[in-house]
């Protein structure tokens, strides 16, 4: 059974930074396109970035552009978000997702495991 466990949330100021992992077990991350999402209090979840399976293609949601950095270590089976600049507006319950396919995806229907999320809330 495939089990994806985010970590790395936290409480913390406007501006400061957060590193946030998901690590897989049960299945390869490798071969899988990873992305990251987010859900605020009484809003949809909305697609943050994604990565392919390779790691040579990276996409960001227009709010977290030039601030949000994913990356993966297929050998660790882990996948990372670097989070710059923090905004209280990126306050969310952050899940990190593995997709069906190799390629770059933006939408939540083509991700088929899901974290069960980590906490970020940024003060201002």
């Known amino acids: 059974q495939v089990q994806l466990v985010e970590s790395g949330g936290g409480l913390v100021q406007a501006g400061d930074s957060l590193r946030l992992s998901c690590a897989a077990s049960?299945?390869?991350?490798?071969?899988?396109?990873m992305g990251w999402f987010r859900q605020a209090p009484g809003k949809e979840r909305e697609f943050v970035a994604a990565i392919s399976w390779s790691g040579g293609s990276t996409y960001y949601a227009d709010s977290v552009k030039g601030r949000f950095t994913i990356s993966r270590d297929n050998a660790k089976n882990t996948v990372y978000l670097q989070m710059n600049s923090l905004k209280p507006e990126d306050t969310a319950v952050y899940y990190c997702?593995?997709?069906?396919?190799?390629?770059?995806?933006?939408?939540?229907?083509?991700?088929?495991?899901w974290g069960q999320g980590t906490q970020v809330t940024v003060s201002s």
């Open positions: 997702a593995t997709s069906y396919y190799g390629r770059l995806t933006l939408d939540l229907r083509d991700y088929a495991y």
């Open positions: 049960g299945r390869t991350l490798s071969g899988y396109a």
